[in-house]
T-cell receptor
Framework: AQTVTQSQPEMSVQEAETVTLSCTYD???????LFWYKQPPSRQMILVIR??????QNATENRFSVNFQKAAKSFSLKISDSQLGDAAMYFC?????????????FGQGTRLTINP | GAVVSQHPSWVICKSGTSVKIECRSL??????MFWYRQFPKQSLMLMAT?????????EQGVEKDKFLINHASLTLSTLTVTSAHPEDSSFYIC??????????????FGPGTRLTVT
């Protein structure tokens, strides 16, 4: 079974500092996508960043970047220059084709608090 | 990005009644829609996948007779919780995609519906 593990239930960081959220996953597949989603208090799921497994280069979106270690099955999210608006639940997710259907599998989530 | 809406955003119903939640893709045609359930302080759990014009595929452990899913058009899917009970109280989120069965499509999420069964 494919599983996604986020070992940090809660994290906090000082505003303007950098924080890294961890995620590991279990798969035997070679072709898949990985995602980080943000869920603020409004509970609207927002895509933060995505990584294609076949790409060696780590994805970057402004202040958000990932450290994708395929062999180690690790996919961490780094948030630089943290802002108050970054406070939210962050979910790591893995997507692949299963029996002809695309499915997203989410980790347990990490609650990020930004301290002013 | 594409927009997915849900209606209602919050519904309260009495135990034993049925409630319908709508999910609409506003500016794209959604070939596939997904329904998730999220309990407080927990992650999203996939309940079912629906393709337009065909029956939904339910995840293991999800009662298909209790959670009726209809995907009659490329822009609308509905989730009906039948004979609701307090344990059905939860946050329900729909998601839609606009691509075919490849890995590169994008999946968009609705804002969710809070269901409270009294």
């Amino acid at each position: 079974a494919q599983t996604v593990t986020q070992s940090q239930p809660e994290m906090s960081v000082q505003e303007a500092e950098t924080v890294t959220l961890s995620c590991t996953y279990d798969t035997s597949e070679s072709d898949y996508y990985l995602f980080w989603y943000k869920q603020p208090p409004s509970r609207q799921m927002i895509l933060v960043i995505r990584q294609e497994a076949y790409k060696q280069q780590n994805a970057t979106e402004n202040r958000f970047s990932v450290n994708f270690q395929k062999a180690a099955k690790s996919f961490s999210l780094k948030i630089s220059d943290s802002q108050l608006g970054d406070a939210a639940m962050y979910f790591c997710a893995y997507r692949r084709l299963i029996q002809g259907a695309q499915k997203l599998v989410f980790g347990q989530g990490t609650r990020l608090t930004i301290n002013p | 990005g594409a927009v997915v809406s849900q209606h209602p955003s919050w519904v309260i119903c009495k135990s034993g009644t049925s409630v319908k939640i709508e999910c609409r893709s506003l500016d794209f045609q959604a070939t596939t829609m997904f329904w998730y359930r999220q309990f407080p302080k927990q992650s999203l759990m996939l309940m079912a996948t629906s393709n337009e014009g065909s029956k939904a595929t339910y995840e293991q452990g999800v009662e298909k007779d209790k959670f009726l899913i209809n995907h009659a058009s490329l822009t609308l899917s509905t989730l009906t919780v039948t004979s609701a009970h307090p344990e059905d109280s939860s946050f329900y989120i729909c998601s839609a995609r606009d691509g075919w069965e490849t890995l590169s499509y994008e999946q968009y999420f609705g804002p969710g519906t809070r269901l409270t069964v009294t």
